[in-house]
């Protein structure tokens, strides 16, 4: 690779300011705030517009050299780290909201808009919708948070955020630009279909099958009124139930569960959090009322939370972060398990005792995904970042996750490359063959994040 | 603090990025992220970069020094980042990392000059002026030798924007101040910022002893850095002082609440302020000149956007107004078009780097405001005093 000609040939197409491949800026991109290793990174290039990321990847393909779309790079397991060098494209600067569509409820937008500027911009411009986002940093990009199955905020309602996309242009290996969704048909970017859904394709699919240049999501009414009820329980085995039960009321937005050591009181429980809307507060009231009932039929009590649990709950996003701090260390990665509700009792058992084999105290969590369709477990392991044996101890906790939630049933989200592979081996062979035919006949020379979703060793 | 000293800290950041917002996410709020938009340049890039170098996974390097230096240090970072143990410690070591530049023999050759200049006897300013013992200001407004208050104007008020200096004397005379000037010495704020700090605590020393021998019990300035340097930095660089600190916003509150003075004549402007760093999240003071501007009669004062905790840095600060001299000014256009929304003809700070900066990007890019300082606007109202006490 002539490194020099390269970085011309990218300065040439964004600027001179904005393609790198200083040790320093190679340094940052070559990790990301999760516990997998660093991995070299060749170049970093920010592209303005879908031309210019077009002509990186006519270059990248003349010279061979790996793709890498980055959004906010907040994954945790290292998605945006190149397996096998080549450029990182982070895509910040392709920052325009294009188009709110009150009437048909999406926002179209570019993929470097944050989760925190679209909230911002629909509070104050649309103060009457709401942008579903993520629990991670506002700095966490709308099309990162989609484009990996994301969820959070109004999952328990209306699905998963994947489920939120309307369409997407993207452009594939060969430099085509190609337009998904109702977008391929009508200039109005409202629903997925009804045409043949090539949309799915680009999700969970970590960059392997192009690069998303826009992207239409939808968004949502907002209610007037907002809260939490907080509750316990010590049996987790009352889990189902209670959840099958509180998602037959239609006036949840969101369920949030957790299990954690810490504060003392919480030591033993299982708490949630269930959030409940309405027009007015004598609404509120009475929703509350019929939740109390629920959560006492069902093994569980209402609790008044401390207000600053409340606060730090109700907030947009949450300050989810702040699990990297809980051994003073920085760091924090967990895994996302899509898990059928049958089996979160027993998730939630041995969750907890691969934490505490680790020496890491637990911290469980789980949110609702569209009623009891889906749930994602959080099985998350803090570790001390210059602590490179700690580091590794919280990848073996997470490795070991990565087992329980496949023997159980579930499907490591977003997973790292050792997770991508353990999903693979126990994929459907055929759908993993038609799954490598299509990349192989979209990206004929492998330059699309090669080696995620992959079984070669890296 | 040096960096030896954050060993525990350093590792804590999780690069989430919150530190790169304002309070609502509406905006980037930091002015070199804002620039180069590489995450190296934001609060958390730069604290990787730093952990990176301590453990030997990266070597000094003039791009590395660059990275650092081309922050301003306003704050913003320190201002939303949510780890509240110990999100005030960003500004502090990124300075620490200066000085580690700086013994590393990696300081920028333009900051470097605001060493040799200060350290000059002829200057002991950063803005290789013959220093002024003051005398003459002495003499014009008829000071005494020995007062209860002293006025430390700083380099910036003395040597640059001297209506500033002059409206705050005027100011004082006016206001029956029984003050005095020293003969001063750089803060040392421009060093300490850029990571030099090899003489800053006998400047400091010489200038607490100076105000000493003025016999003086309370200073005033009109500079948010010396203000910001005297009621911060000094203690961090364990120097020791028992006079009272005002900056002159909170003197002109302080003599409105007591009814010593009145404003009797009017200022017909619609006027917005912009927050200085030094003084706003620095220092904590964003209510208190609000207060004056709003006791102004005639005044039609208006807020900016992103204001007090949010507000956008003018792009003077950390250094980078003499090493980045034109993204600097780019720095105040932006400001400036963000006073434009708010209909405001004057744009008014309480700084003299912030209306050095802003009053250059007006110029250079004929933004038609007039940029001036909230003492200056004093400068231009009747003002009444009543039995002021405070002239003892």
Redesign the interface.
């Known amino acids: 690779m002539n490194t020099d000609q390269i970085l011309k040939d990218l300065q040439n197409i964004v600027g001179k ?2 393609a ?1 491949n ?4 190679l ?3 070559s ?1 990301d ?1 999760g516990a997998s290793l660093p991995r070299p990174v060749d170049f ?1 290039v ?1 592209p303005k517009t879908t031309e210019e990321v077009q002509k990186i990847v006519k270059l990248a393909n003349e010279e061979k050299i790996p793709l890498v779309p980055m959004g ?3 994954t945790l397991s290292g998605l945006i780290i190149p397996v096998r060098g080549g450029i990182v494209l ?1 895509m ?2 392709m920052d325009q909201i294009i188009e709110i569509n009150k009437l048909s409820r999406y926002a179209l937008i570019e993929p470097g808009v ?1 989760t ?2 679209l ?3 629909l ?2 411009h649309h103060p009457d919708l709401q942008p579903a986002i993520p629990d991670a ?3 966490a990009t709308i099309a990162g948070n989609v484009l990996i199955h994301g969820s959070g905020y109004l999952s328990q309602k209306y699905g998963d955020h994947g489920a939120m996309v309307n369409g997407l242009e993207v452009v594939l290996a060969s430099g085509e630009v190609v337009k998904l969704g109702s977008c391929a048909v009508s200039h109005y970017w409202f629903a997925r279909g009804p045409i043949p859904d090539l949309v799915g394709l680009f999700l969970s699919s970590f960059g392997t099958m192009g690069i998303v240049t826009k992207l239409s999501v939808q968004i949502f009414p907002k209610p007037k009124f907002r809260e939490i009820v907080f509750g316990l329980m010590k049996d987790e085995e009352n889990i189902p139930n209670l959840l099958l039960e509180i998602t037959t009321i239609d006036f949840i937005e969101d369920v949030l569960l957790g299990k954690q050591d810490k504060p003392e009181w919480m030591k033993g429980y299982i708490f949630f959090m269930v959030y409940i809307t309405g027009d007015s507060q004598e609404d509120i009231d009475v929703k509350l009322k019929i939740l109390k009932k629920t959560y006492r039929k069902n093994g569980a009590r209402y609790m008044k939370a401390p207000q600053k649990m409340i606060d730090l709950y109700i907030e947009k996003p949450i ?1 989810a ?2 699990a ?2 809980f051994r ?4 924090f990665e967990y895994v996302g398990a899509n898990m059928p509700l049958e089996r979160i009792p027993e998730a939630y058992r041995r969750g907890a005792e691969i934490s505490r084999k680790y020496g890491i105290p637990p911290t469980l969590g789980s949110r609702l995904i569209g009623q009891t369709h889906n749930i994602v477990m959080f099985f998350s392991y803090s570790f ?3 602590d490179p044996d700690d580091m590794q101890n919280a990848r073996n906790a997470l490795e070991e996750t990565n087992h329980l939630t496949l023997e159980l049933g579930g499907i490591p989200w977003k997973g790292e490359l050792g997770a991508q592979k353990l999903v693979l081996k126990k994929m459907d062979p055929n759908y993993k063959k038609m799954f490598f035919n299509i990349r192989q006949m979209l990206d004929p020379n492998g330059i699309m994040n090669p080696g995620n979703w992959s079984e070669e060793e890296n | 603090m040096a960096l030896d000293d954050i060993k ?1 800290i350093i ?8 530190c ?2 304002t309070h ?3 905006e980037f709020n930091c002015p070199s992220y804002n620039k ?5 340049y934001s609060a958390g ?1 730069r604290m ?2 730093i ?2 170098l301590m453990n030997n ?2 070597q000094w ?1 003039d ?2 020094a660059n ?1 650092l230096y081309a922050c301003s240090t306003c704050g913003n970072c320190v201002e939303n980042c ?2 509240v ?1 110990f999100n005030e410690f960003w500004v502090d070591i990124i300075e620490a990392a200066r000085a580690e530049a700086v013994k590393n023999g990696f300081c920028p050759d333009k900051q470097k000059n605001l060493l040799e200049r200060t350290t000059n006897p002829e200057m002991f300013n950063p803005y290789a002026e013959p220093n002024s013992d003051n005398e003459e200001l002495k003499k014009e407004y008829n000071l005494p030798d020995k007062a209860e208050w002293v006025y430390f104007i700083g380099c910036t008020s003395n040597y640059r924007q001297k209506n500033l200096r002059d409206s705050t004397l005027r100011f004082l005379k006016k206001a029956k101040i029984d003050f005095t000037l020293i003969d001063e010495h750089c803060c040392c704020s421009p060093i300490i910022r850029t990571g030099q700090i090899s003489p800053v605590k006998d400047f400091m020393n010489y200038n607490v002893e100076k105000i000493k021998e003025a016999g003086a019990t309370k200073v005033i300035t009109s500079c948010a850095g010396c203000y910001r340097t005297l009621k911060n930095d000094f203690e961090k660089f364990g120097v020791e002082y028992d006079f009272e600190l005002y900056h002159t916003s909170e003197l002109v509150k302080k003599l409105l609440d007591e009814d010593k003075l009145k404003f009797t004549s009017s200022y017909d402007k619609t006027v917005t302020y912009h927050d200085p760093c030094h003084l706003g999240r620095h220092s904590g003071i964003y209510k208190i000149p609000r207060e004056v501007y709003k006791k102004i009669p005639g005044i039609n004062f208006v807020e900016m956007k992103r204001n007090r905790e949010n507000a956008y840095c003018c792009g003077a600060g950390g250094g980078v107004k003499i090493g980045y001299p034109d993204w600097s000014v780019e720095i105040s256009k932006e400001r400036l078009e963000e006073a434009k929304e708010t209909g405001a003809t004057v744009v008014s700070s309480t700084c003299p780097f912030c209306r050095t900066n802003l009053s250059d990007a007006n110029d250079k890019f004929d933004m038609g405001f007039e940029v001036i300082d909230l003492i200056e606007i004093l400068d231009k109202l009747d003002i009444e005093i009543i039995n002021n006490e405070l002239k003892k």
Not at chain 1, 328 to 331: M, N, Q
Not at chain 2, 11 to 18: A, D, K, L, S
Not at chain 2, 36 to 40: A, Q
Request: aromatic residues 18%; charged residues 25%.
């Open positions: 300011e904005f790198t200083s040790p320093e800026d340094y940052i991109y990790q705030p970093v920010m906010g790079g907040l982070d910040k600067r944050s925190g500027q909230l911002a911009y509070n104050e940093p506002p700095s300050f972060s702040g990297a701090d003073k260390g920085g760091g001390n970042r210059a | 525990h590792h804590r950041c999780f690069r989430c990025g919150y790169k917002f609502s996410y509406s180069y938009r590489f995450e190296t890039g990787w970069l952990f990176g996974e990266l390097s791009n590395l990275i949510r780890f143990k």
